[in-house]
């Protein structure tokens, strides 16, 4: 017997530590997570602009992460379709590009899976660290310059 899996997803572009806090808390209520990173299409369809780190990047990250069995990538957003081909029994939920609709959240069920939500993750987040990089507020404010 495999135990339960738990599949997390997002976009894990310049990944932090909320993204860090997310998996840890996932992998700790499974005994096997398998992550979906968005591939560079439905990434930059659900935050409006396309990733800073490519897909091959940051599945690499994600697949080095501790607490992650295994990476995948996700060319589309439909949960079902992920859960036919990974098998997970709950999916974990939380920021921004991990939302899941009442409507997928009851199809989900109706296949045995439940969904978790982690509403409190630590407080870095993609957006901040965008608009860091646009010149936003904060913007230079302990980088460094590597020659």
Known sequence: MQGVIGF???SFDLFHVGHLDL????AARCDRLVVGVLDDRLAAGRRG????????ERLEIVAE???VAEAVALADADLLAAHAAVGFHA???GGPDAPVSAA?????SAAG??????DDLAATASPVLRSALDGGVGAGEGRSSVA
């Open 23 to 26: 998996l840890r808390r996932a």
């Open 65 to 67: 992460v501790a607490c």
């Open 104 to 108: 997928a959240e009851r199809a989900l």
């Open 113 to 118: 899976v439940r969904v978790v939500r982690f």
């Open 91 to 93: 999916v974990f939920a």
């Open 49 to 56: 602009s396309a990733p800073i780190v490519p897909l091959i």
């Open 8 to 10: 997390s997803f997002g």
